[in-house]
């Protein structure tokens, strides 16, 4: 019988892969350099082969790690944008708190002057109709937020609250018709009233033309009332008119804060109004607006 029959084509393929192999292997001793290449070659298509298998693998972790450092810089920018509000709210009052100081040196009994405390709250609703100058916070009674709260944002006084209930509270804007405050009038030392004006700004009326104010003065928050700390930026004088018969001026303004692109509220949880606890109540009644005084029958 024939060794490569047909028959038996297991055993020829086995018998030419055997004397195949021991070829290689003698060739591979001898170290000749057409072995060497062939084995440099196979080596680059089989790593090639494994670092192809990979790259799916390696992918995926890459996407993977992207998102991972994505969220993680989205929440570390939202963290910091949150602390620097608070830092900027708290800011606003150091300018007025040295020149109090300054004056509180030359008193023997002088009474410090403490920065109150204020609570971070997210705008969660806007009002149904935009002239009513009204939002939604999401912190209310269980926060400790009373009507009649002050609220900050990072540049100014945004405006106060005017309902609280558990979950949330309504703020009223300075820019509403419906309120008013007490203000300082740039360093002339003279306070004024500040209203709203049911749009984007805000006046002063029946200030005494001798007043020594211009464009681009900051008006602030007197305390005079006893609603508002002290030293808050209301507004910034845009222009004034003049009337000469009456011998006033009238000052107008725009708010300080960012009313159009507020994301982040400051509340301030013990303005200088704020009764004890003992003696507090539900909270469900609405303040009235400062500056202004409430009906008597």
Same mark, same amino acid.
């Given at each position: ?52 298998? !990979? ?123 419906? !309120? ?118």
């Amino acid at each position: 019988m024939a060794l490569f029959d047909s028959h038996r084509p297991g055993f020829n393929r086995l018998l030419v892969l055997v004397v195949l192999s021991i070829v290689l292997m003698s060739l591979d001793r001898i170290g000749t350099r057409w072995v060497d290449q062939m084995d440099s070659n196979v080596g680059g298509f089989t790593d090639g082969l494994v670092e192809l298998i !990979h790259q799916p693998v390696g992918f995926v972790e890459a996407v993977g790690n992207w998102f991972r450092e994505r969220d993680q810089l989205i929440e570390d920018r939202q963290r910091l944008r949150q602390e620097n509000l608070l830092l900027r709210g708290q800011m606003q009052q150091y300018t007025s708190l040295t020149r109090e100081l300054d004056e509180l040196r030359e008193l023997l009994n002088g009474r410090p002057v403490e920065v109150p405390p204020v609570l971070l709250a997210r705008r969660v609703g806007h009002p149904p109709r935009p002239d009513d100058h009204l939002f939604t916070i999401d912190r209310g009674l269980g926060d400790d937020v009373r009507p009649g709260d002050p609220v900050i944002d990072a540049r100014g006084l945004v405006g106060q609250v005017l309902r609280s209930t558990p979950m949330g509270a309504t703020v009223i804007e300075v820019t509403s018709r419906d !309120h008013m405050a007490s203000v300082l009038l740039g360093d002339s030392g003279r306070s004024a009233l500040i209203r709203g004006t049911g749009n984007a700004g805000l006046v002063v009326d029946r200030v005494p033309e001798r007043t020594r104010i211009q464009p681009g003065d900051i008006l602030t928050t007197s305390g005079i009332e006893g609603v508002f700390p002290r030293g808050y930026p209301v507004a910034r004088v845009t222009h004034i008119t003049t009337d000469q018969a009456q011998g006033f001026i009238r000052l107008h303004a725009e708010p300080v804060a960012d009313l159009e692109r507020l994301n982040h509220v400051l509340v301030i949880t013990e303005p200088p109004d704020r009764p004890e606890r003992g003696g507090e109540t539900a909270g469900a009644s609405e303040p009235t607006p400062a500056g202004e005084q409430p009906d008597v029958e």
